[in-house]
């Protein structure tokens, strides 16, 4: 599922985004729901469905009053590339690629085996 397919969005090794081009390496990305939404990716009907089920509108992302809080959408990497990873004591050092973000990594880090039974 994670791995680019024709008509996919994605990002190239220069984080420049376009339409999957077969033999390029490129790295799949998923959309980011905001007021400008872009439905026809084959991820849409999972996306149409959460936002359903949420009972939220793409357009609800438009703040007319805050403009500067409005969020457009985009996209975002599909997975999460953690390089340079080291563990020295109580230091956890590591590298991202671009649009990632640390605490979702962090999170992974010191989640319990057992969320669920752990109360999260």
């Given at each position: 599922?994670?791995?680019?397919?024709?008509?996919?969005?994605?990002?190239?090794?220069?984080?420049?985004?376009?339409?999957?081009?077969?033999?390029?390496e490129q790295?799949?990305?998923?959309?980011?729901?905001?007021?400008?939404?872009?439905?026809?990716?084959r991820?849409?009907?999972?996306?149409?469905k959460?936002l359903?089920?949420?009972?939220?509108?793409?357009?609800d992302?438009?703040?007319?009053?805050?403009?500067?809080?409005?969020?457009?959408?985009?996209?975002?990497?599909?997975?999460?590339i953690?390089?340079?990873h080291?563990?020295?004591?109580?230091i956890?050092?590591?590298?991202?690629?671009?649009?990632?973000?640390?605490?979702?990594?962090?999170?992974?880090?010191?989640?319990?085996?057992?969320?669920?039974?752990?109360?999260?």
């Open positions: 599922m994670f791995n680019p397919q024709e008509g996919d969005v994605c990002f190239d090794k220069n984080g420049i985004l376009g339409k999957y081009i077969k033999g390029l790295k799949l990305s998923i959309p980011l729901v905001g007021y400008s939404y872009y439905k026809k990716t991820f849409d009907y999972y996306t149409s959460i359903e089920y949420e009972e939220i509108n793409p357009k992302f438009y703040l007319k009053e805050i403009q500067e809080l409005s969020n457009e959408g985009g996209y975002r990497n599909s997975s999460i953690c390089s340079d080291s563990v020295n004591d109580n956890i050092s590591f590298s991202l690629s671009r649009g990632s973000f640390a605490t979702i990594v962090l999170r992974e880090i010191i989640k319990p085996e057992d969320p669920i039974r752990s109360g999260f």
